[in-house]
């Protein structure tokens, strides 16, 4: 008998460990996402780029042509950046003025449910009141009832109100009446109702169905992931909470989700297993996250639990601090009894011994600071790699300058010796050098500029309007308006400077300056402010 009950213990073994196996690997797995995090974060504004750059080429395209790619834009800031999905929503209303209805609507129904997100509900209640369901075309009622559920969800959430969940789920029910019942998305609503009408089990075979079919997944799996973790979270099952949570976390930094609520709640968990490191970690980024795409209620989320969990981190930490100075402490005290027994025995000692002694003490210290100095000249030669290069680059024309005046003198005193003074007076009235080496100069600097700034000239225009963006000429690397805001941006700002610097009058200086600011896409009191932070990573 006992031995049947080992055999199945034994048995079983793998499958007990399964879940914690999967969840290590998880966990490890979602650590090396968020080092390099910063990966997944150009790869989303990368896939924006290329949908700006094809702007660029169809500004002569159809209205059709440009109305998608402006709402593809909205689409790819939606949940990464709502300020900006704000700006191409405008866009897109610009563009179809009051021509097609049908689009206007739902255009409108994406700018309010847009607003719910960033916290502007009474513009977004507004616009909803001003639709009516027996208005728009049956194919918007969907986005009209998803639109209307999701501005109760997140007013609930902003504040805590179950009248507003409760309202939320009646516009579910409105919403479950037009989907297709084939769809994901049907399948999905059905168990989110589910799981907060306390039908769980069945939720749950629901949700890790669609989970399991990979076919049918794609974009779902966060979501699908995060209402399972809701799931065994009330099914008080803390280990397949945790794993799904796990994953949902996952997919959000791959697809670059700032608008996520899964960071949040993993911090959550691991702040009740007193993993204060882990939790700060989670929790601290929910919130950059939040802040960053500017979703109001996320935010509000995160700042509730943060002094919670902040304050059990500090906690941890001053407790490590303690524990460390009290080892500290101690290793000072044996420091100095095996100091004292050292010098009672090297008194036993002969003077060779101590010598020797001595010596190997002084080796290890030696050898100990020039592994530091290794390494700190290895810091400083990779921090000057750069200056070196300019500073070879600036002595090369310092003495390329030289030469050439070195070689204008011996001109002038052959002349002069020659008696060719007609020659050399039209030489010296000549502007010809003096344009030549300002020509160089300008070259000289807008190569140098470039190479410090490469994507300067991109960055500059995403400042203007598409209409107005300013390109160098073919054979140019800056033009005069570029190179004035260059300078700008390596903080001459002094139009008097400027115009030395570019041999104008400060009237024009100051004429080309107001020109280009006429041109912003926003206020043209910061535009250069703007200038000033191009190639700064948090410009944005």
Same mark, same amino acid.
């Given at each position: 008998?006992?031995?049947?009950?080992?055999?199945?213990?034994?048995?079983?073994?793998?499958?007990?460990?399964?879940?914690?196996?999967?969840?290590?690997? !998880?966990? $490890?797995?979602? #650590?090396?996402? @968020?080092?390099?995090?910063?990966? /997944?974060? *150009?790869?989303?504004?990368?896939? =924006?780029?290329?949908?700006?750059?094809?702007?660029?080429?169809?500004?002569?395209?159809?209205?059709?042509?440009?109305?998608?790619?402006?709402?593809?834009?909205?689409?790819?800031?939606?949940?990464?950046?709502?300020?900006?999905?704000?700006?191409?929503?405008?866009?897109?209303?610009?563009?179809?003025?009051?021509?097609?209805?049908?689009?206007?609507?739902?255009?409108?129904?994406?700018?309010?449910?847009?607003?719910?997100?960033?916290?502007?509900?009474?513009?977004?209640?507004?616009?909803?009141?001003?639709?009516?369901?027996?208005?728009?075309?049956?194919?918007? !009622?969907? $986005?009209?009832? #998803?639109?209307? @559920?999701?501005?109760?969800?997140? /007013?609930? *959430?902003?504040?805590?109100?179950? =009248?507003?969940?409760?309202?939320?789920?009646?516009?579910?029910?409105?919403?479950?009446?037009?989907?297709?019942?084939?769809?994901?998305?049907?399948?999905?609503?059905?168990?989110?109702?589910?799981?907060?009408?306390?039908?769980?089990?069945?939720?749950?075979?629901?949700?890790?169905?669609?989970?399991q079919n990979k076919n049918n997944t794609g974009e779902y799996t966060a979501l699908v992931?995060?209402?399972?973790?809701?799931?065994?979270?009330?099914?008080?099952?803390?280990?397949?909470?945790?794993?799904?949570?796990?994953?949902?976390?996952?997919?959000?930094?791959?697809?670059?989700? $700032?608008?996520?609520?899964?960071?949040?709640?993993?911090?959550?968990i691991y702040y009740g297993e007193e993993n204060f490191d882990r939790a700060f970690k989670?929790?601290?980024?929910?919130?950059?996250?939040?802040?960053?795409?500017?979703?109001?209620?996320?935010?509000?989320?995160?700042?509730?639990?943060?002094?919670?969990?902040?304050?059990?981190?500090?906690?941890?930490?001053?407790?490590?601090?303690?524990?460390?100075?009290?080892?500290?402490?101690?290793?000072?005290?044996?420091?100095?009894?095996?100091?004292?027994?050292?010098?009672?025995?090297?008194?036993?000692?002969?003077?060779?011994?101590?010598?020797?002694?001595?010596?190997?003490?002084?080796?290890?210290?030696?050898?100990?600071?020039?592994?530091?100095?290794?390494?700190?000249?290895?810091?400083?030669?990779?921090?000057?790699?750069?200056?070196?290069?300019?500073?070879?680059?600036?002595?090369?024309?310092?003495?390329?300058?030289?030469?050439?005046?070195?070689?204008?003198?011996?001109?002038?005193?052959?002349?002069?010796?020659?008696?060719?003074?007609?020659?050399?007076?039209?030489e010296l009235k000549s502007t010809k050098v003096i344009e030549d080496e300002v020509a160089?100069?300008?070259?000289?600097?807008?190569?140098?500029?470039?190479?410090?700034?490469?994507?300067?000239?991109?960055?500059?225009?995403?400042?203007?309007?598409?209409?107005?963006?300013?390109?160098?000429?073919?054979?140019?690397?800056?033009?005069?308006?570029?190179?004035?805001?260059?300078?700008?941006?390596?903080?001459?700002?002094?139009?008097?400077?400027?115009?030395?610097?570019?041999?104008?009058?400060?009237?024009?200086?100051?004429?080309?300056?107001?020109?280009?600011?006429?041109?912003?896409?926003?206020?043209?009191?910061?535009?250069?402010?703007?200038?000033?932070?191009?190639?700064?990573?948090?410009?944005?």
């Amino acid at each position: 008998m006992i031995r049947h009950i080992l055999f199945l213990l034994i048995s079983l073994q793998p499958i007990l460990l399964l879940g914690q196996y999967d969840i290590k690997n !998880l966990e $490890k797995e979602l #650590d090396l996402l @968020l080092d390099k995090e910063e990966q /997944y974060h *150009q790869i989303r504004l990368e896939k =924006i780029n290329k949908l700006k750059n094809n702007l660029l080429f169809k500004r002569n395209s159809t209205q059709k042509s440009l109305f998608d790619i402006h709402y593809q834009l909205f689409e790819q800031y939606q949940k990464f950046q709502s300020d900006s999905a704000l700006t191409y929503i405008y866009k897109c209303q610009e563009i179809i003025g009051q021509e097609n209805d049908s689009l206007r609507i739902k255009l409108q129904l994406d700018l309010a449910h847009l607003y719910s997100t960033k916290g502007r509900y009474l513009e977004a209640n507004e616009i909803l009141k001003n639709i009516s369901p027996q208005t728009i075309p049956v194919m918007l !009622l969907v $986005k009209y009832y #998803d639109t209307y @559920l999701a501005f109760y969800s997140h /007013y609930g *959430q902003s504040n805590n109100n179950n =009248i507003y969940y409760r309202q939320s789920e009646l516009y579910r029910d409105s919403l479950l009446q037009y989907l297709d019942p084939n769809a994901i998305s049907y399948q999905i609503e059905i168990a989110t109702r589910d799981i907060f009408a306390g039908n769980r089990k069945k939720a749950i075979e629901a949700l890790e169905y669609i989970l399991q079919n990979k076919n049918n997944t794609g974009e779902y799996t966060a979501l699908v992931s995060y209402l399972l973790g809701i799931a065994y979270k009330q099914e008080n099952n803390p280990e397949k909470q945790k794993y799904y949570v796990l994953r949902s976390a996952i997919e959000d930094i791959k697809n670059a989700n $700032k608008d996520n609520a899964s960071l949040q709640d993993l911090a959550l968990i691991y702040y009740g297993e007193e993993n204060f490191d882990r939790a700060f970690k989670l929790i601290d980024k929910a919130i950059k996250d939040a802040i960053y795409c500017d979703v109001r209620y996320r935010i509000i989320e995160g700042t509730t639990f943060y002094p919670i969990i902040n304050a059990s981190y500090q906690a941890k930490i001053n407790a490590q601090n303690k524990k460390l100075l009290f080892n500290l402490v101690l290793i000072s005290v044996l420091t100095v009894v095996l100091i004292a027994g050292i010098i009672f025995i090297i008194k036993q000692m002969n003077k060779l011994s101590a010598i020797r002694s001595q010596l190997s003490q002084t080796n290890s210290q030696l050898l100990q600071m020039n592994r530091q100095i290794h390494k700190n000249n290895i810091e400083l030669s990779e921090a000057n790699h750069i200056k070196e290069e300019y500073i070879a680059q600036f002595f090369d024309m310092c003495s390329s300058y030289i030469e050439k005046i070195d070689v204008l003198r011996k001109d002038v005193i052959k002349k002069a010796n020659s008696n060719q003074i007609k020659e050399l007076i039209a030489e010296l009235k000549s502007t010809k050098v003096i344009e030549d080496e300002v020509a160089e100069l300008y070259h000289n600097f807008d190569t140098i500029f470039l190479n410090l700034y490469p994507s300067f000239i991109e960055d500059f225009n995403s400042l203007l309007r598409e209409e107005e963006i300013i390109l160098p000429k073919k054979n140019e690397l800056l033009n005069t308006e570029l190179r004035i805001f260059a300078l700008i941006r390596l903080g001459i700002d002094d139009s008097v400077k400027i115009a030395s610097f570019l041999r104008y009058s400060l009237r024009t200086v100051y004429n080309y300056r107001t020109k280009v600011r006429n041109k912003a896409i926003g206020d043209r009191e910061e535009f250069e402010n703007l200038v000033k932070k191009i190639g700064n990573i948090d410009r944005k």
